[in-house]
């Protein structure tokens, strides 16, 4: 398969807010945008042509993929027969068997333990009689999740065995995995990624700061523990070493009190936090999913200076304007779309400098957060 020139038609599938960026990286180089997405999804406007219909919609998929140049599949809903079927069609760069894992928690926690990476205890159930022991094993408190990827994974905490009528209702509705809850010292993210002629880059690993199970702020350090640097990137290199195909891998890993890291999730869609400017890593990180989408080859991502980056959320707006003034050294971005979920991001503030401590206290001295 041959890299994509301008001029050539990108199909994007799906896709969250965040998707507007890489758009706006491929219409400056050159390439034209078709997107295909469900109606209550996010509608990007600097999209050439958008295809509104459901990821079951297995013929409209169809016509979609041969309308395009390539294929570029930003969300986990489409079952990986269907993915398979429209790779005959069109390109498609990416890996068959990390969508896989990203759409199958029990596939992503077997492929794990296979590969001697550790995962916090757990077990499925496919019925809620089958619930009390398995807690009683895993101990309190727990995670109750969906095994498999439909609009979204759906998570309940668990903190003992008083069950209301929502952990029933989702029992009864699929499969679904209860995992250990490990007290989080530290939440880390990863992205690797292989392109199209085999080179293959860890982007800058980042240390995620959460309130109440929202990203607050990811700082991307040179001063980061050297130990688990190695660790980090350790666990990404065995991760990146079993998956085939040009691709783009997200990882979250969670430090527990005792020192011991284990992974959370693998998945094939961007993170948030590694939203990266071109002030921060040589190529933005819009600029290198676009790359991998098109079969270019992608530059080394040293981290260039320290940074934060800062989601922007809906409640947050007002300040956030106000802050675009007075704060004229920060890098703003709002990303271009309409619709969509509200508790996702509408945008990004990226901070930068010699010091994330000091921009750390500059975050939580400007009252953004407040």
């Known amino acids: 398969m041959s890299q994509l020139l301008p001029g050539s038609i990108i199909g994007i599938i799906g896709g969250d807010s965040q998707i507007a960026s890489v758009i706006l990286i491929a219409k400056r180089l050159g390439y034209r945008i078709y997107h295909f997405r469900e109606e209550d999804e996010p509608r990007v406007l600097l999209a050439d042509k958008e295809v509104i219909?459901?990821?079951?919609?297995?013929?409209?998929?169809?016509?979609?993929a041969v309308q395009v140049?390539?294929?570029?599949?930003l969300t986990n809903a489409i079952e990986i027969d269907t993915i398979v079927s429209l790779s005959g069609k069109t390109r498609y760069y990416q890996s068959f068997e990390l969508a896989e894992i990203s759409q199958n928690r029990m596939v992503e926690k077997l492929f794990l333990e296979e590969h001697a990476i550790n995962v916090a205890p757990y077990g499925m159930i496919t019925s809620i009689g089958e619930l009390p022991s398995l807690?009683?094993?895993?101990?309190f408190p727990a995670v109750l999740e969906t095994n498999r990827f439909k609009k979204k994974y759906t998570q309940m905490m668990l903190y003992d065995h008083d069950m209301d009528d929502q952990v029933f209702q989702l029992v009864e509705e699929q499969s679904c995995m209860v995992t250990a809850f490990v007290p989080g010292q530290r939440h880390f993210s990863m992205?690797?990624?292989?392109?199209?002629?085999?080179?293959i880059t860890i982007l800058p690993i980042t240390e995620d700061v959460y309130v109440d199970g929202k990203l607050k702020y990811a700082i991307a350090s040179k001063r980061m523990n050297p130990e688990w640097v190695g660790e980090l990137r350790t666990i990404a290199s065995k991760i990146m070493r079993s998956i085939s195909g040009s691709t783009l891998v997200s990882i979250q890993v969670v430090m527990a009190k005792s020192g011991i890291f284990y992974v959370k999730k693998v998945d094939?869609?961007?993170?948030?936090?590694?939203?990266?400017?071109?002030?921060?890593?040589?190529?933005?990180?819009s600029e290198i999913v676009l790359r991998l989408a098109t079969g270019l080859g992608v530059l080394e991502s040293g981290l260039i200076e320290e940074g934060l980056i800062v989601p922007i959320y809906q409640e947050m707006l007002e300040k956030a304007h106000i802050l675009t003034i007075i704060k004229p050294h920060w890098e703003f971005e709002y990303f271009?779309?309409?619709?969509?979920?509200l508790q996702e991001a509408v945008g990004v503030i990226r901070l930068t400098g010699a010091s994330s401590v000091d921009l750390v206290n500059e975050l939580e001295l400007s009252g953004l957060h407040d």
């Open 53 to 64: 219909a459901r990821y079951s919609d297995k013929q409209a998929l169809s016509n979609f």
């Open 69 to 73: 140049d390539t294929i570029y599949v």
């Open 135 to 139: 807690l009683s094993s895993i101990g």
């Open 191 to 199: 992205t690797i990624l292989r392109d199209y002629e085999d080179h």
């Open 268 to 285: 094939q869609l961007p993170l948030l936090q590694h939203q990266f400017s071109a002030r921060q890593i040589p190529q933005s990180f």
């Open 336 to 341: 271009q779309v309409e619709g969509g979920n």
